[in-house]
């Protein structure tokens, strides 16, 4: 083992643990922990860990994110699909909570009762790791959930403890009083108001009060015991053992609890985060920690740590899929402008860019931001709420409110991509022009998603302009509201595809095309941040990616208007000479006064 990063674990783990009346010996345990966890380690996937360290900062990174259930049944019928997968140039695949979860509702699988199983309805253990082969054949990386915030109920675990067995209790956050648990109650927001409101339930067969932070069956686990960080991180090796690229470590705010504080983002929580890097550098060097944290714009970055103390090495970029939504109903880009993607991050970090995901979109902008901009916050979101569930005057969109709360007016908002962004709304009033516009701005977001440095990552069915489901209340278990946008995927529509004329077609030539012309271009490395160009105009995202003597300018016009850019500013980058777009070939004379730009129009333009 290498003795210094052994090291550098056990100052991590004492500085969390001493405090709390642990020592070196308990320790020791961890290290075995480790120790076994290299042992298990094939031969084959020490070999896959001497790839490059950055191996997924490089351009050829595009994701997917998808439920092996709703998009190909199981995961044997998975396997036939990656001709699907390379046709559209998917490179990396995130496959949504397929460990085995409690029966009926699981909150999407996010309630795990068996880490180290596979839910029997998507196969075995088998075929996961002969599916991971597969997809490593063909230079796909695989990404898995580890919920690691909390268990479902019916956790072998929380059964022992709801038996009274104390060791297990422990591992939970129980109380025989309901004195802490209202206290918590006091400063801790609450996640799901609407069916699950508090922080705790009370058990009365075995008369506890157990903390949770979700649904009433996914109880939190106690962070302050050892032995919860020690069990954690064997499953995490084993999950590395099995072969999978990243980690998606769920809901990881979450995951450190202290009265009087909001229990989010805590300190601790980033110590915990480095320890999980550390640990990973030890058994799996390879496998990469992609942290969930959908919170505030300048909490989300701290996750990745520094290059002194790296913590996760990818993100969601939360930040840019809420300004994106906010660029498209305002027209205004500026909140985009001052967005995370332009900053330079520590070496071993990027965004996962995205436009929407399994989860609701949580209008979590930048507030300092919205007040320089003239927007009071408050009835700024209140506009993007009734904007995106189709109830503000001259709205193309067909979202839903999700966990509306009548007191605050607060909502979140869920809805496909295309449903969103008018799609939906157009097809149903028979309007061609509304029709031609939403494609257009599907497209503009898609080219943005992947322009941004980071791994662009598709939801599943998006790249086909897949629709609303409104039937998903239906199934007992799927009355969250989310599952509106988690349909099946459409693959009785397969002929469309190919069919330029058709949305379904259109959409995913034009992502096909995005991901071709963004993997010949060195300069879309994850590491070469942009810079925004002040031009001036608030409707046209501008920035410049430099390396070396290469400049890509990226211009993305979020208005159904024709806008006229004043090349003034482009001079003072030192724009100059002729560029050429990447989509048309068209060229661009950058000495010239001014470019016009369509309504939604985007452009790629390289120097040549
Ligand atoms: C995550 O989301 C998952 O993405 C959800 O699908 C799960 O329901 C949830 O955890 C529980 O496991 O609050 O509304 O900052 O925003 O963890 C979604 C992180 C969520 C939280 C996020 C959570």
């Not at 022992?160 to 927001?189: H, L, R, W």
């Not at 302009?465 to 946008?485: E, F, S, V």
Request: net charge negative; glycine share 6%.
């Amino acid at each position: 083992m290498k003795k210094l990063d052994i090291k550098k674990l056990k100052e991590a783990y004492l500085n969390i643990f001493e405090p709390l009346g642990h020592t070196k010996s308990d320790f020791l345990r961890l290290e075995k922990i480790i120790s076994d966890a290299i042992e298990n380690r094939s031969e084959e996937l020490k070999i896959r860990d001497q790839r490059p360290h950055d191996w997924y900062l490089s351009e050829n990174m595009i994701g997917m994110t998808l439920y092996i259930n709703l998009f190909s049944k199981n995961i044997k019928s998975l396997i036939k699909k990656i001709p699907y997968f390379q046709e559209l140039g998917i490179t990396f695949i995130h496959l949504m909570p397929l460990l085995k979860p409690r029966e009926g509702n699981s909150d999407g699988g996010y309630a795990v009762e068996d880490y180290r199983d596979i839910n029997p309805d998507l196969g075995t253990l088998e075929d996961f790791k002969n599916l991971i082969k597969k997809l490593h054949e063909q230079d796909i990386s695989v990404a898995i959930d580890f919920v690691i915030n909390h268990t479902a109920k019916e956790h072998e675990w929380a059964k022992k403890a709801s038996m009274g067995d104390e060791f297990y209790q422990n591992m939970y956050m129980m109380y025989d009083t309901d004195e802490i648990p209202k206290k918590f109650n006091e400063t801790v927001p609450e996640v799901l108001p609407d069916q699950y409101p508090g922080n705790y339930t009370y058990y009365d067969d075995f008369k506890k009060y157990v903390y949770k932070s979700f649904s009433e069956f996914q109880w939190d686990l106690n962070f302050e015991n050892p032995y919860v960080l020690e069990e954690i991180l064997s499953i995490f090796f084993f999950l590395a053992n099995l072969g999978v690229d990243v980690i998606r470590l769920d809901a990881i705010p979450f995951i450190w609890k202290e009265l009087g504080t909001t229990c989010r983002n805590l300190p601790k929580v980033h110590e915990f985060m480095h320890i999980f890097h550390l640990a990973n550098q030890l058994v799996s060097p390879s496998v990469v920690v992609l942290g969930e944290a959908i919170v505030e714009p300048h909490e989300i970055v701290k996750y990745f740590g520094d290059d002194e103390k790296p913590e996760c090495g990818l993100l969601y970029n939360a930040n840019m899929m809420v300004n994106l939504w906010n660029a498209l109903a305002t027209r205004d880009v500026r909140t985009l402008e001052i967005d995370q993607m332009r900053f330079k991050l520590p070496h071993h970090a990027a965004w996962i860019n995205y436009i929407r995901c399994h989860d609701d979109i949580g209008w979590g902008l930048n507030e300092d931001a919205l007040r320089s901009f003239g927007f009071d916050p408050f009835s700024h979101k209140q506009f993007l709420i009734n904007f995106y569930n189709g109830s503000f005057e001259g709205s193309f969109s067909k979202g839903q409110n999700y966990q509306f709360n009548k007191n605050t007016l607060d909502a979140r908002t869920n809805g496909t991509l295309a449903s969103l962004s008018g799609l939906e709304k157009a097809i149903n009033e028979n309007d061609q022009f509304g029709f031609e516009e939403s494609l257009k701005r599907n497209d503009l977001l898609n080219a943005l998603m992947f322009f941004a440095p980071g791994i662009p990552l598709i939801y599943s069915g998006d790249e086909v302009g897949i629709l609303n489901d409104y039937k998903h209340a239906n199934d007992p278990n799927k009355t969250d509201g989310r599952w509106i946008h988690r349909p099946f995927f459409p693959w009785h529509e397969k002929a469309l595809f190919k069919d330029e004329n058709t949305y379904q077609g259109h959409i995913f030539n034009h992502i096909k095309r995005l991901g071709k012309i963004r993997k010949n271009e060195k300069i879309m490395h994850s590491s070469i941040p942009l810079t925004v160009i002040p031009t001036g105009n608030i409707h046209v995202y501008t920035s410049i990616k430099a390396y070396g003597d290469e400049k890509i300018i990226g211009l993305f016009n979020f208005s159904e208007n024709h806008q006229v850019l004043d090349m003034n500013e482009f001079k003072a980058f030192g724009i100059k000479g002729l560029y050429k777009d990447l989509f048309q070939n068209k060229t661009y004379d950058m000495n010239a006064n001014h470019i016009d730009m369509y309504p939604y129009e985007y452009l790629w333009l390289k120097l040549i």
